[in-house]
């Protein structure tokens, strides 16, 4: 058996919480992904853990509980400043949907706890002396760097279909490989996948697409015809094929989703529409939009300082990221160089405003919207000097 002998802090932190609940008579482990990253040598951002106990009991043991999903077993424990998932030992049965089941069966061992996980390298568990319960040589396989189903791929598959995402999206964080038979299930049952909601699917595409593999996950999501089950996907596998020969991996969300647009060849109308069958942020979507128009601007041509100071900053940086990863040249420099050194860099640093321009004679309406956006161009664009006096002066001559 193998046993870990320092452990990080965030494991140390938690000690106390299985402690308590061992003490009580339980059995409680840290389960699941951290004990996957801890193996792995990769950061642990939060632990989970598995216990005997029925949720009334684990909330009888603490203070401060909250009842986060307590019909699948799930209480979060608050202690010592930190919140702490903790799920009692449990069988998934009746998943007549293919998603969530309909409802847990509580079982009283580890083992069966560990048999309904989803992936061999998530099936491991860690006691509080840092001893490691290993069922389905899940250490074989990290070492390895496989993803394999534990026990029949099918089945777990059938139980949630979202794990078939996950097995690709752990190909991508974690640089392993498909195991042949997981991989040949996701083959068989990839049309699973329309059962599972759209956001679940778009939070493993985004980790998919942001880890350090996303190339060749990219290329298994697409041989496996999961890429055939997500929304807008379906029959463009030609055009997704680029993407796994990028010169880059994507490590921006907002370039994720503009590179696949790009490759999409998407026309702009239906960028909106796109980003919401996806199911994507209001906030998300203005910004990819914002990259895509200036993508297209410097893809025509060198754009203009007015042009540049319309895009903005965080836009041209993130434009020059995704020109940079599809390997399309643009002088991204020159570009950024001359945004630095524009006179505004925003509207409010416009000396003057609507007041300014009622208060010199004009009335409120479309004429002062115009006549403020030209003052703007001009400043942007160093004919006009940015101050009341020079404004002023540019007014008078106007009437
Ligand atoms: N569809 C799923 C989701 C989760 N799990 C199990 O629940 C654990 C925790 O799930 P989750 O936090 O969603 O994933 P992690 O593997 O911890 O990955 P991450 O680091 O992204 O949180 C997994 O390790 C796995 O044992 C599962 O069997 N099937
Ligand atoms: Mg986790």
Do not use: C
């Not at 106390?16 to 990253?37: C, K, M, N, T």
């Not at 449990?90 to 048999?115: I, M």
């Not at 006691?127 to 250490?139: A, K, R, T």
């Not at 777990?156 to 964080?173: K, N, P, Y």
Request: net charge negative; aromatic share 8%.
């Amino acid at each position: 058996m193998i046993k870990v002998d320092k452990l990080p802090e965030v494991f140390i932190k938690a000690m106390p919480v299985l402690q308590i609940l061992e003490d009580a008579g339980f059995e409680a482990y840290f389960v699941g992904g951290s004990v996957r990253d801890l193996l792995l040598d990769r950061h642990v951002h939060d632990v989970d853990i598995t216990t005997s106990a029925y949720p009334e009991e684990v909330k009888e043991l603490f203070e401060k509980s909250i009842d986060t999903g307590i019909k699948h077993g799930t209480v979060t424990v608050l202690y010592g400043g930190e919140s702490y998932e903790i799920t009692t030992f449990r069988t998934e049965s009746g998943y007549q949907d293919f998603r969530r089941p309909d409802h847990v069966t509580f079982v009283q061992n580890l083992d069966e706890d560990l048999k309904r996980r989803d992936f061999t390298i998530n099936a491991l568990a860690m006691d509080l002396h840092g001893q490691i319960v290993d069922l389905f040589n899940g250490i074989e396989d990290l070492k390895n760097h496989i993803i394999r189903a534990v026990g029949d791929p099918e089945k777990r598959f059938h139980e949630d279909a979202l794990r078939m995402m996950r097995a690709v999206r752990f190909t991508s964080q974690l640089k392993f490989n498909l195991e042949e038979k997981t991989g040949q299930a996701i083959k068989d049952n990839h049309e699973l996948l329309k059962k599972i909601s759209v956001e679940r699917i778009r939070d493993e595409f985004v980790k998919m697409g942001l880890g350090p593999h996303s190339r060749q996950a990219f290329q298994i999501f697409l041989d496996t015809q999961l890429s055939e089950d997500v929304p807008d996907f379906a029959g463009k596998k030609e055009l997704l094929q680029i993407y796994p020969r990028l010169q880059f991996s994507p490590t921006l969300e907002t370039s994720l989703w503009s590179l696949i647009i790009i490759l999409l060849k998407l026309p702009n109308e239906e960028i909106s529409r796109f980003m919401r069958d996806w199911k994507n942020s209001n906030a998300m979507t203005e910004q990819v939009g914002r990259i895509i128009k200036f993508f297209d601007l410097i893809s025509d041509y060198t754009p203009n300082d007015y042009e540049l100071f319309q895009a903005g900053e965080r836009t041209i940086i993130n434009t020059i990221d995704v020109a940079h990863i599809l390997g399309q040249p643009v002088a991204s420099e020159a570009l950024v160089d001359r945004y630095m050194a524009l006179p505004i860099k925003k509207p409010a640093e416009l000396a003057i405003d609507g007041r300014f321009l009622i208060k010199h004679g004009m009335r409120p309406g479309a004429q002062l919207g115009h006549t403020l956006n030209q003052i703007r161009e001009l400043v942007v664009s160093s004919r006009l000097e940015n101050s009341p006096d020079a404004i002023e002066k540019y007014l008078e001559n106007l009437d």
